[in-house]
């Protein structure tokens, strides 16, 4: 197995597993892919939707692509600001925001997209000058998994459709000059109807304040959810098609300048794999267990969200497969497992498994649990090899803890 150029086993051999490998061609290959198939029809801006992946090295790349951010709490805000990114390329969307957040985010002059009335009016209180935009529940909901949807009715997110005019109402009571409306249906979704049925609601919503209110609104902001094929016979989304379609409503039924998408995982997923290292092999009457070092501690989709990530032996590639095992990790728990019932070539100890599709929400959602330090992370491009994260150790897990004096006799 070659990833960008590098073997995956001599990966392994010289850094470890488990192992975080992105190919750095393939990230910078999926912005431009997105950036175009939008840009070329009406202005756009890619804010990538950085708590799929916030690494340093990961967030340069985005950064000189030309890459704007869509950041969630101060923490994504500093990140991006550390990697080079200006304030006005990042669009703050917190949710359950507190006050003193907010004034750090508003102290760093990044724009904020409110996503409630109690966040406006405390907003109010510290400064009425930053950019805001509002975060509307369009009441469409779309996803993977019902944890991901945010969209739908009853959703903790964003100010409900039918407040929405009230909202922009206060804002400019307030002395604010709103500049946009945002909505995210939710994540991973592989049909493109709810995005159509979102715009349909963004572009009255948009209409619906520039008639009552008088307020032309700069953009509009859909939001990310853009699906993957994470299985080997997934539908690819149609990116091209879904940005023509998109750009031509706004174009013909509004007349708001801009477009904002916010992408994570269509940039960074397919860019990354995990390298994790066969350990031990279990035969029982019912089931083969293929053991590998990492479990959910590293990648916790498949235990979460039951999420399917397509797994193979990488230097048993071509060899015929016969029988059916699950991949399982050192965790503790019964849940731990990478992959089910998959068929796979005969295992030994000391092979090397690839875990695909494993850029968005793999590293970021990682732990410490069972006191397991996080692991590395490499970079790869064009034949070159060079870590971008360090493993951690014991002493990483320990340095924030204290033992009190009394206990320690
Ligand atoms: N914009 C907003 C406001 C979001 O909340 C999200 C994701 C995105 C953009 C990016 O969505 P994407 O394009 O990556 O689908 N941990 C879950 C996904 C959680 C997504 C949360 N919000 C997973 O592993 O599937």
Same mark, same amino acid.
Request: net charge negative.
């Given at each position: 197995?070659?990833i960008?150029?590098v073997?995956?086993?001599?990966?392994?051999?010289s850094?470890?597993?488990?192992?975080?490998?992105?190919?750095?061609?393939?990230?910078?290959?999926?912005?431009?892919?997105?950036?175009?198939?939008?840009? #070329?029809?009406?202005?756009?801006?890619?804010?990538?939707?950085?708590?799929?992946?916030?690494?340093?090295?990961?967030?340069?790349?985005?950064?000189?692509?030309?890459?704007?951010?869509d950041?969630?709490?101060?923490g %994504?805000?500093?990140?991006?600001?550390?990697?080079?990114?200006?304030?006005d #390329?990042?669009?703050?969307?917190?949710?359950n925001?507190?006050? %003193?957040?907010?004034?750090?985010?508003?102290?760093?002059?990044?724009?904020?997209?409110?996503?409630?009335?109690?966040?406006? #009016?405390r907003?109010a209180?510290?400064?009425?000058?930053?950019?805001?935009?509002?975060?509307?529940?369009?009441?469409?909901?779309?996803?993977?998994?019902?944890?991901?949807?945010?969209?739908?009715?009853?959703?903790?997110?964003?100010?409900?459709?039918?407040?929405?005019?009230?909202?922009?109402?206060?804002?400019?009571?307030?002395?604010?000059?709103?500049?946009?409306?945002?909505?995210?249906?939710?994540?991973?979704?592989?049909?493109?109807?709810?995005?159509?049925?979102?715009?349909?609601?963004?572009?009255?919503?948009?209409?619906?304040?520039?008639?009552?209110?008088?307020?032309?609104l700069?953009?509009?902001?859909?939001?990310?959810?853009?699906?993957?094929?994470?299985?080997?016979?997934?539908?690819?989304?149609?990116?091209?098609?879904?940005a023509?379609?998109?750009?031509?409503?706004?174009?013909?039924?509004?007349?708001?300048?801009?477009?904002?998408?916010?992408?994570?995982?269509?940039?960074?997923?397919?860019?990354t794999?995990?390298?994790?290292?066969?350990?031990?092999?279990?035969?029982?009457?019912?089931?083969?267990?293929?053991?590998?070092?990492?479990?959910?501690?590293?990648?916790?989709?498949?235990?979460f969200?039951?999420?399917?990530h397509?797994?193979?032996?990488?230097?048993?590639?071509?060899?015929?497969c016969?029988?059916?095992?699950?991949?399982?990790?050192?965790?503790? %728990?019964?849940?731990d497992?990478?992959?089910?019932?998959?068929?796979?070539?005969?295992?030994e100890?000391?092979?090397?498994?690839?875990?695909?599709?494993?850029?968005?929400?793999?590293?970021?959602?990682?732990?410490?649990?069972?006191?397991?330090?996080?692991?590395?992370?490499?970079?790869?491009?064009?034949g070159?090899?060079?870590?971008?994260?360090?493993?951690?150790?014991?002493?990483d897990?320990?340095?924030?803890?204290?033992?009190?004096?009394?206990?320690?006799q």
């Amino acid at each position: 197995m070659i990833i960008g150029g590098v073997s995956a086993w001599g990966l392994a051999e010289s850094y470890g597993t488990p192992l975080y490998v992105t190919d750095e061609q393939a990230l910078r290959e999926n912005y431009r892919r997105i950036h175009s198939a939008f840009s #070329r029809h009406m202005d756009t801006r890619i804010m990538y939707a950085c708590k799929a992946n916030s690494n340093l090295a990961i967030l340069r790349i985005l950064e000189q692509e030309g890459s704007g951010i869509d950041a969630v709490s101060i923490g %994504e805000v500093q990140t991006c600001m550390k990697a080079g990114f200006s304030p006005d #390329r990042i669009l703050y969307t917190g949710v359950n925001v507190s006050t %003193e957040e907010l004034r750090q985010v508003v102290k760093a002059g990044v724009p904020v997209n409110v996503d409630s009335f109690s966040e406006l #009016r405390r907003l109010a209180e510290i400064s009425t000058d930053v950019p805001i935009s509002f975060r509307v529940t369009p009441g469409v909901g779309s996803g993977h998994h019902p944890k991901v949807v945010t969209g739908a009715k009853g959703s903790k997110f964003g100010i409900p459709r039918e407040s929405i005019i009230d909202a922009y109402r206060e804002a400019l009571d307030l002395g604010f000059e709103p500049q946009g409306l945002h909505a995210h249906i939710g994540s991973g979704g592989q049909s493109v109807e709810p995005f159509m049925d979102l715009i349909g609601i963004m572009i009255d919503t948009v209409n619906e304040i520039k008639d009552q209110l008088g307020l032309s609104l700069r953009f509009l902001d859909m939001g990310g959810g853009i699906g993957v094929p994470y299985r080997p016979h997934d539908p690819v989304m149609e990116v091209d098609e879904l940005a023509m379609t998109i750009t031509d409503m706004i174009k013909e039924e509004t007349e708001v300048e801009t477009l904002y998408v916010e992408p994570g995982r269509y940039i960074i997923c397919d860019s990354t794999v995990l390298l994790t290292r066969c350990v031990d092999i279990k035969t029982t009457p019912e089931k083969n267990f293929i053991g590998v070092d990492a479990g959910f501690n590293t990648l916790i989709r498949p235990a979460f969200y039951d999420s399917y990530h397509h797994v193979a032996i990488a230097n048993k590639f071509n060899r015929a497969c016969e029988r059916k095992f699950d991949v399982v990790g050192p965790i503790c %728990e019964s849940g731990d497992y990478l992959a089910r019932d998959r068929v796979l070539p005969e295992p030994e100890e000391g092979d090397l498994l690839a875990v695909y599709d494993a850029g968005a929400y793999g590293f970021v959602m990682s732990s410490n649990y069972n006191s397991r330090p996080r692991c590395r992370e490499a970079l790869v491009n064009q034949g070159q090899a060079e870590l971008i994260r360090e493993r951690e150790d014991m002493d990483d897990i320990w340095r924030h803890q204290t033992v009190p004096g009394r206990l320690q006799q």
